[in-house]
């Protein structure tokens, strides 16, 4: 969870610092920053919410990548 945090704070950081460099209106900008912070807080009350009622919606997809991760290692050697 931290991860995520420190992600989307270097991004965030990292669009502020070049948007002298884009060519594009000061407003485009801050729609742009506005909509990633939107996009960031409700995630994060989303994840919050699946961890608290203790559901796991991608565990299963999880575990077969890591399976079929493993099936391709085997069959490489």
Do not use: C, W
């Amino acid at each position: 969870m931290i991860k995520i945090i420190v992600v989307n704070a270097v991004l965030y950081i990292l669009l502020i610092s070049i948007k002298r460099y884009l060519i594009l209106p000061d407003k485009t900008i801050l729609l742009i920053i506005y909509l990633a912070l939107y996009v960031f807080v409700f995630g994060l009350l989303y994840l919050i919410i699946l961890l608290l009622l203790k559901v796991h919606p991608f565990s299963q997809f999880i575990y077969q990548f890591l399976k079929r991760g493993k099936n391709y290692e085997g069959d490489n050697k």
